[in-house]
């Protein structure tokens, strides 16, 4: 099986939180780190399954900008408008997007798009885990990310782990 499944868990929770980790974003704006961890894995959630029921391509759906426009507008109306929890969400959403490109069906259902049909994806999957460096390789990058944002924030008990995702603790407050 030489066909090529790209779908990276690790590294599309790592990115987004590696881009929040610089300083000009930190110390300048409040933001809940749970919702861009949601918003950022949403569109796989919403999509893989089909695709292992065989009910769609895997990038079907909700890797368009028309769903993460409304799932952004629905939750930012769910937490009354607190833009520290709704902006993340999007920007995580749009994160995962950009790293999914070129095979991102963004326009749908404006535009129609083709797919190639997977016949066994969870097979293909655990194959190209194991066998595709382009995958194996991002992922273990992922995971390092994750262990170099424990690091840097002191992150060694379940309790801080948990604060520093629901507020960023190192906002310079004026
Ligand atoms: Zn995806």
Redesign the pocket.
Known sequence: MNEVFE??PIF?VAFPLLIFELPLIKRKYEFNRFALIVGSLL??IV??PLLFMNLGS??GI??TILFILISFMILHLIVKKKMNISVPFLLGMAF??L??LPE?PLFYPFIEYEYILIEDPFELWLNNLFNNPIVYLTEIAGFLILIFILINNRLFNSKDIINFLKRNTDLVTR
């Open positions: 779908f990276f599309h569109p796989d999509d893989k895997g990038r909700s890797h995962h997007l790293l999914d991102v």
